[in-house]
T-cell receptor
Framework: EAGVAQSPRYKIIEKRQSVAFWCNPI?????LYWYQQILGQGPKLLIQ????????DSQLPKDRFSAERLKGVDSTLKIQPAKLEDSAVYLC??????????????FGPGTRLTVT | AQRVTQPEKLLSVFKGAPVELKCNYS??????LFWYVQYSRQRLQLLLR??SRESIKGFTADLNKGETSFHLKKPFAQEEDSAMYYC??????????????FGKGTLLTVNP
């Protein structure tokens, strides 16, 4: 089966600009996650979707970050305006079941964002 | 709150030597523990989970609730084991919807 797809793979922007990332999960996976991974850290969950509904966005900086999964399939994550500290790899992951159990998460290749 | 600690940022061993990557956790409920691995230029992927009690690529990990640890072990390291290893915890205390919390990772290098 095809894996989780993400684009773009790399993005360089100046601070205060906006940027959007796209993720297409594995077909049939109900749950989709966005993680932020800063250099030297483990991935940190930003937002979790179950189909097209948000089940956890407690660590999403809502003043500048937004995410949507309109048809319960692919998703976009947006940052507006970007800050220097947003430089990180943004990972998308999906899993086949609902949020009541912990199933294996399948990760995409990530988008490396550099804010200058 | 759930927290995962991997005390070693870097670990270097020789081929054929035993290897142990340490992981300690903090969680008030009954956790589910995982090891994820990222090989060079590859995606982050699941290595093993404690409930399956499997040995994957020669690696094992035992959940020790008394010591709140989930160390990853392999008796004879191979060069292809060189990678970044992340310990992760999933729990549902306080309605966290079974979110995954990762440690900072340990970079394992196996020298020839």
């Amino acid at each position: 089966e095809a894996g989780v797809a993400q684009s773009p793979r790399y993005k360089i922007i100046e601070k205060r600009q906006s940027v959007a990332f796209w993720c297409n999960p594995i077909s049939g996976h109900a749950t989709l996650y966005w993680y932020q991974q800063i250099l030297g850290q483990g991935p940190k969950l930003l937002i979790q979707f179950q189909n097209n509904g948000v089940v956890d966005d407690s660590q999403l900086p809502k003043d500048r970050f937004s995410a949507e999964r309109l048809k319960g399939v692919d998703s976009t994550l947006k940052i507006q305006p970007a800050k220097l500290e947003d430089s990180a790899v943004y990972l998308c992951a999906s899993s086949p079941r609902g949020q009541s159990f912990s199933y294996e998460q399948y990760f995409g290749p990530g988008t490396r964002l550099t804010v200058t | 709150a759930q927290r995962v600690t991997q005390p070693e940022k870097l670990l270097s061993v020789f081929k054929g030597a035993p290897v142990e990557l340490k992981c300690n956790y903090s969680y008030s409920g009954s956790p589910e523990l995982f090891w994820y691995v990222q090989y060079s230029r590859q995606r982050l992927q699941l290595l093993l989970r404690h409930i399956s009690r499997e040995s994957i690529k020669g690696f094992t990990a035992d959940l020790n609730k008394g010591e709140t640890s989930f160390h990853l072990k392999k008796p004879f390291a191979q060069e292809e084991d060189s990678a970044m290893y992340y310990c992760a915890l999933s729990g549902n205390s306080g309605g966290s919807n079974y979110k995954l919390t990762f440690g900072k990772g340990t970079l394992l290098t196996v020298n020839p």
